[in-house]
């Protein structure tokens, strides 16, 4: 019952308050007639008039505060100077000032303090007993009421501030969400790109060398590149079968490291020799990933370009410093070097798997044919 009361409150501040005000009017109508005091004047309809004005503006204390403050305070001295009940419409101001508190600036809060103290003040004087006793009581009702409403607007700012806080790490997660989409979403795309690119272009340039060596009846040369088509395709599907399988979180094999660059050299329809220097020493999966990648990327764009003519060599070596890579190849019957700067990702993807471990990369023509590829993957 509580909690709903608070909820509506929340809600309906307006209808709250004008609850507050009709009863406050209501009581300062009724109390009087219940419990005259002599000789305070009894009521008529002057003093229900201005009862009512002292109230009946706390509906609006939240959206006019000082406004409502000024109007309370001047009709309770009224009230009290036309001589009516001194114990009735002194509420009225102190629920004012308690709103000016909450939400006005300390200039204003100042100004109705003053004036509750001096309306409270005016209205204890008709009572027994000296003008000093009179300041004193109005003086402690007045700093109550500003450290219960002091404490209340801390209250409010602190949780402002929470709410705030609470929207701003809202935000933040949702940009990370957004980040984090979008980076998978890029290596996702990567993955793709790198385990089916490089079988498919080479499943291509076999496939327009069986072309060729048809029109030539050349059938021993045709078989070599059906054979070599349905080996590439069958590794293009596996590779693509462990890109699906990772991402759905459930890989059906390893992916590939750098012990499987020996393997896909041996499986390109060009001359591909293998160079390892320097001590060997065990690879992180996800370097020696990296590593298998350029390669696979570089040989791909050697077999585009250069075509299956080309003869290629991998350079694996082992540093202090990290893996070096280098890819190079001979330019094949193109008779002159690679453009880097032709369609595809396939050098980004290079770059970008260096730049995963801090490493960099270079692509570069050779003088007079080939293209050359430099990468380095340091250790930590």
């Known amino acids: 019952m509580h909690a709903k009361a608070v909820s509506l409150a929340r809600r309906h501040p307006l209808l709250v308050d004008g609850v507050v005000a009709v009863m406050l009017t209501a009581g300062s109508w009724v109390f009087p007639l219940i419990e005259p005091q002599p000789p305070d004047r009894p009521p008529d309809a002057l003093g229900l008039a201005v009862s009512a004005l002292v109230n009946l503006p706390l509906i609006w204390r939240r959206r006019w505060p000082v406004t409502v403050l000024l109007v309370s305070c001047a009709a309770a001295m009224t009230y009290h100077e036309l001589g009516y009940h001194y114990g009735q419409n002194n509420m009225g101001p102190l629920l004012a000032l308690y709103s000016v508190t909450v ?23 008709w009572l027994p007993g000296a003008f000093w006793s009179a300041l004193g009581n109005a003086t402690f009702v007045v700093g109550w009421v500003l450290v219960f409403a002091t404490g209340m607007r801390l209250l409010a700012v602190r949780n402002q501030q929470l709410v705030d806080l609470t929207e701003q790490l809202r935000r933040e997660q949702e940009a990370s969400a957004a980040r984090a989409v979008a980076e998978e979403r890029v290596r996702i795309a990567r993955e793709v790109h790198d385990a089916v690119a490089h079988n498919v272009s080479a499943m291509v340039i076999q496939a327009d060398g069986a072309e060729a060596a048809l029109l030539d009846a ?10 070599a088509i349905g080996r590439l395709g069958r590794a293009a599907l596996a590779e693509l079968r462990l890109v699906v399988g990772m991402l759905r979180e459930a890989p059906m094999a390893p992916q590939p490291g750098i012990e499987a660059i020996n393997t896909l050299v041996e499986r390109l329809p060009l001359k591909v020799r293998l160079r390892i220097d320097g001590p060997v020493r065990p690879v992180s999966p996800g370097l020696g990933l990296a590593a298998y990648r350029i390669v696979q990327e570089a040989l791909t764009n050697a077999l585009k370009h250069a075509g299956k003519e080309a003869t290629a060599e991998v350079m694996l070596r082992y540093a202090d410093d990290g893996l070096h890579l280098r890819i190079r190849d001979d330019g094949g019957r193109s008779g002159g070097p690679a453009q880097p700067g032709g369609p595809g990702h396939g050098l980004v993807n290079i770059r970008e798997r260096a730049a995963m471990f801090g490493g960099t990369s ?9 293209f050359q590829v430099d990468a380095t993957l340091p250790w930590a």
């Open 218 to 227: 050349d059938l021993a040369e045709v078989n070599g590149a059906i054979g």
């Open 362 to 370: 270079r692509a570069v023509p050779l003088e007079g044919a080939g």
């Open 103 to 125: 939400h006005r600036p300390p200039w204003a809060v100042a100004l109705g303090s003053a004036l509750v103290l001096i309306e409270w003040t005016h209205a204890n004087t």
